[in-house]
């Protein structure tokens, strides 16, 4: 009699732990922003119900899952599946980054390649711009070594173009 009633225990604790790890998954439709089992509204208690009397039932989560999204639609997963419908949606944080690195690239690749256009133009005798002067001074100069310090502070050339000096 008492491994019996050890046995109902342990199923209702397994039917308790899979519930409330399929409810975490499941977002209230009446909230919207909460779990159902964060959620005290009626739909969501109803849904609690519904899961365990399914568990109870022999069913495993993939079922469960897919019983839920057939009756109320994939928005009540908290992660929809990936398809051509939510490519565009998972992709887009990778595109964004994508196209960050490569127009830092074509900043950096377009910077070297003017520097080198200037250097070409000050040994064809092209007379420089005031920027391109500056631009090839901060290029060229030398850091100043660490046991010598100048009476003149060098501001650097993004600060200079922030105008902050």
Partial sequence: MAASNDDA?????IVDARAQNISHNVRCTECGSQSI????ADIAILLRKLIR???RSGKNDKEIYKKLEDEFGETILYAPKFDMQTAALWL????VAGAAVGAWAYQKHKQKTNVHIMA???????????????TMLDILT????QGFKS??????????????N
């Fill in 37 to 40: 089992e964060d959620s005290q």
């Fill in 92 to 95: 887009s944080p990778l595109l």
């Fill in 53 to 55: 009397d399914e568990i």
């Fill in 120 to 134: 070409l133009n000050l040994v064809r005798g092209v007379p420089l711009t005031p920027r391109e002067k500056e």
């Fill in 9 to 13: 225990v342990k199923e209702a604790r």
């Fill in 151 to 164: 009476q003149e502070v060098k501001t650097s050339f993004w600060w200079r173009r922030l105008g902050g």
């Fill in 142 to 145: 030398p850091p100043a070594s």
